[in-house]
């Protein structure tokens, strides 16, 4: 009886030597969570030709029902993607949600959960500080919407990783691509608000 428990034993402790270097690996080359420097990202109207409007791009609600991003035209969008399981993505929810208040008469700020169950997106948000989540329900200009299927976040938007956000300009074309956590200080999102409300109808270049 003690040889089979000593085997046992010698079993685990065998799993646990050779799983070790594999968790300190992933440990130490764990991406860290850092804010993109907005003022770096580039428009493509300083790489090419300007970009056409976005159409028929259609995306569902987590309460039900669809909606176009053609419904908000005139006004400037920001598409973020982004899960609750993604760190980064609930690093800067709360940081967005404060931005889209403080242009609530010209910003629309749409949020796209990758998530696969209606129960992981509610987990998620309840995370948030009460503040933000107020700010959440009580937003006239705060969208929530859901692609389980990635069909939009894939073929649409060509995004993998998250988080990702597109600044859509008032004319519907993309004016901003930005990789990672939006740096959302004053500074750099005035002059994003500034160039994307023109209706220059810039693209963006990805910045990683």
Sequence with gaps: MHRKYNIIAVIILVGVLLATPLLIERFLTAPSITKVPVETVKTISEQGPQGDAIKDVRLS???????ALEDYRG?????????SWCA???VEFPD?????????DDM?????????SRAAIDKG??????????SLADAGNIVMAWDKEMDVTNRVFGTYNLPETYVIDREGRLCRKIVGVVDTAADKMDGIMAACGGGDGAAAAEVK
């Design 61 to 67: 609600l987590l309460e039900g029902g669809q909606a």
């Design 75 to 83: 006004r400037i969008v920001f598409v973020n993607f982004w899960a």
């Design 88 to 90: 980064p993505c609930l």
């Design 96 to 104: 967005l949600v404060a931005l889209a208040e403080k242009h609530a």
């Design 108 to 116: 629309t700020l749409i949020f796209v959960s990758n998530d696969l």
């Design 125 to 134: 948000l309840a995370k948030f500080d009460d503040t933000t989540r107020t």
